[in-house]
């Protein structure tokens, strides 16, 4: 008997529960799917996919009278890397086509644009940007901007005029030097899959024994709910760090990203993430009991904030003030702001630490209510 | 196909999807706190961010530059370094995103009409947001440099009179919140359908309803229609509020706009249901939902636009129907779009829908021989 006193068996009882719940999420195709396809589907798509970056801006270039002053304005459009022209001598020519979101932006050069330039008046360049595409737009805008002030440049140097006075303004961008996109969606979207198979998985797999009722016969054994509890989380806490070993692996060597900090504090400061994630899922499932009712909600409190609220494609400091505080209690935030550092930046405890103790601030809460509603149900 | 067989399926559906008041509420309340919040979140607007300067020139104009940036409404405030080493520790513990260093030659160089330099040290770790400050930087001082050379310089050779149509704040939010209706609708109709079929299948409902007179077409119909309920109930909220609440104008017809939307909501049931034909249990329905949506989301112009993607993504992006209903959407709320162009767009959708509801209803029929 004493060989197998409470704590003993308590052991056992959870080495078996941990052992059924593997193989039941090892024989379903779709943990297969959530926890290696598809992380590789989303960092491929985040990676290649999509692009802040508006490489080919459709201009639509309206010359109203051709002359040797705007065939120096088109070559200084032509030779920007992000245009895309196209030339018309009617403006109504484009109006069709930006109203239907073929061409971006047009730019008008009025009839009298090299009379005024001869005569030395201002003369006039007319743009009209889309915003319908806010982002293209501002982009379209800077962009054209530059090239203005580079054509202005180049013909008072060919006139031997003394160039319009100007401070020269040199970018130097730290950690990620080409600014490409994919270096910052890349950690988001490690930190959307985290959040679905800690959050979302677990929330319909606890809220499948409240609907089937297997929950009642299950607690009617010696197992108590902690043992429960520890059996559901532990297989899809495995199956989380599985997925971010496929994403660390994707990013190194599909996307070359840089690893300026140690796997060592990515993997415990991803486990922290997972807690949270997995307390999330439970608490749901709680407080849901049907599979369709605890989707809806994982959806609304753990997935969709991780998109808008995380800061990896909105920025945070730039919504309203009521909002930022909201961002707060947000945990993926603190996980994209900690995995971007890691990956580009290195071990800075300055943006580490304070992150792992709000991750870990919310881990405690959460399970501490967890396991007073839960009790309170079953009783 | 018998009409009175559908009618009463169709009504059997719609009792089992709004009996539960829980579930009642998990189809109203959720989209409409998400349009309300996503609305104000999805900004990649830059506004209020504070950013850093370092100065290690003591002339006039450096700090006539300055005090500048400290008036532009797009910078909270700006924080002051003495050192590089400084700056640099600020950027890393992310409490500024760019920091201006001026040089110590600045004054003196702009004072000889000579072309001084400032840099911008930006964390790549927010590239697109550092990209646009440094935008705003960049104009804030040639507007300066231009300024400084003031009454001594003759008229400009030239200026850009810019103008912004459909939309003329470049606003996000205007463009945003239609958007959504686009995307909610998306996720709660396709979730509500998938997991109708699949929670009769994990309870073994399923295989009754195929045993029973019901034809595939059918059952197809019957478990269509709460999908379509809310999807349009939904759309009629959404538009609402963005009206009323955003005043937001809405520029085209009412009739095109819920029109193509249903068009939509078919082709978004058609996936629901293929997902659900392939499924075993609600567990995989919301993870086949899952790693369907978020490529279409992704692929879809949502976020990004699908002009900025590689030219072997596009194919995917076409027989996307949110891509199309997106277009619609956006079109109709702020650009009055034209018929022809919204057709243009209303039968890629359609044939999504027809070539996935046959796929899926085919699937059933061979699961029940």
Redesign the interface.
Known sequence: MSAFGPKAGRLRRIRALIWKESLQVMR???SF??GF??PV??LI??G?????????I?VGLVIESPTAETAWFLASLSNTPFFDVRIAHDRRAFYDL????QI?VVVDLPGDFSQR?AR????????????????????A??Y??GA??SW?DQ??LALGVRP??????????????E???R??LVPGSIA?IEM?IGA??TA??VA?EWERGTIEALLATPVGIVEFVIGKLVPNFVLGLCAMTVCVLAALFLFHLPMRGSLLVLYAFTSIFLFVALGIGLLISTV?R????A???A??VAF?PGI??S?F???I????LP?QW?SLIVPARYYV?GL??LF??GN?G??LIPCSLALSLMTAVIFLITFRSTKTRLD | MSWTRIYSLILKELLAAFRDPRARIALIAPPIVQLILFAYAATMDVTHVPIGALNQDWGLASTQLISRLERATAFSDIRHYQSLEEARAAIDSQQVMVVLQIDQDFSRKLARGETPSVQLLLDGRKSNSAQIVSGYLSLIVSQFAQDYAGAQALAPPSEIVARTWYNPNRDFRTVMAPSLLATLTMLTVSMIVSMSVAREREVGTFEQLLVSPLQPVEIIIGKAAPGMVVGLGQGVAITLIVVFLFGIPFTGSVVVLFASLAVFLVSVIGIGLFISSLVANQQQAMMGVMVTLMPMIMLSGFAAPVQNMPDWLQPFAMVNPLTHFLVIVRGEFLRDMPFDLVLQRVWPMAITGVVTMSAASWLFRRRMQ
């Open positions: 379903d195709p779709s799917v959530v396809v598809l589907i989303l798509l985040y290649y996919g999509i692009s802040f970056d508006a490489a080919d459709r930006l109203a239907a979101g971006n330039l030395g008046d201002t003369a006039g360049v007319e743009i009209i940007t889309d915003g319908s595409d806010p982002n293209t737009a501002n982009l805008a800077g054209l901007q203005w002030q202005l013909r008072a319009p006075p100007n401070i020269d303004v040199i970018p130097r961008v730290w950690f990620n030097p600014l490409e996109s270096r910052f959307l679905m979302l998985l319909l797999v499948r849901a049907a599979q369709f009712l989707s809806q909600m959806m609304l969709m808008f609220f800061g494609l909105f920025e400091a730039s919504m309203p909002l909201f702001q971007q550092t580009l930046a800075i300055s943006v």
